[in-house]
């Protein structure tokens, strides 16, 4: 029923709206308050901030967008966290979940975003814990979890990974999943 409820409160929210479903924002790699990954530097030559990317929003006469969360500050969710405080009615936060660290820190790390209010968690099957597969314990943590929540999960999977994600899905059949399929590059 509580999906239901946050359904329709999106749907009021957005209802004739133009929503982006998916996008990326970050600051330059210098910004101290919010400091990137050191292993994932913001691209130098592509302009991501908050106000550029409002400024495109509203040319294009777009009114709210999902906040994928960026590999630029992987699991530090505290710059998409401040967007969608700031301005609930631009943004919605799609978290990155933390798969690095096992089961309980994957499932830790969602209970607080979800309390900090993104509204869906996005699986990145290359940041699993060396050794572990998609299908494994830290997805079907990841999973159970989201059902408990009531959020949907975005997998972001090549062809390699489809036996795998047919696999874990039919261990959470009640859990919303979308499969996003990664382009591949030579």
Do not use: C
Not at 22 to 40: G, I, M, Q, S, Y
Not at 150 to 163: C, K, L, R, S
Request: proline share 7%; net charge positive; aromatic share 6%.
């Amino acid at each position: 029923m509580l999906a239901v409820r946050r359904l329709r409160s999106i749907a009021k929210m957005v209802s004739n709206a133009v929503v982006d479903s998916h996008l990326h924002v970050w600051r330059k790699a210098n910004d101290a308050e919010f400091r990137p990954h050191p292993d994932h530097p913001p691209p130098e030559n592509i302009q991501g901030d908050e106000d550029f990317l409002l400024s495109e929003m509203d040319n294009a006469g777009v009114q709210t967008a999902v906040l994928v969360q960026p590999i630029v500050y992987k699991f530090d969710h505290a710059y998409i966290g401040s967007l969608i405080k700031s301005k609930p009615a631009r943004f919605v936060g799609m978290a990155l979940a933390n798969t690095s660290s096992g089961p309980d820190v994957a499932q830790q790390q969602m209970e607080a975003i979800v309390a900090d209010g993104f509204r869906g968690v996005r699986v990145n099957p290359n940041l699993l814990t060396e050794g572990e597969t998609l299908s494994g314990p830290t997805t079907r943590a990841v999973l159970r979890t989201a059902a408990k929540l009531d959020i949907p999960v975005a997998m972001f999977v090549q062809p390699v990974h489809f036996q795998d994600l047919k696999d874990v899905l039919a261990t959470s059949p009640q859990t919303k999943v979308t499969a996003r399929r990664r382009k591949i590059t030579s």
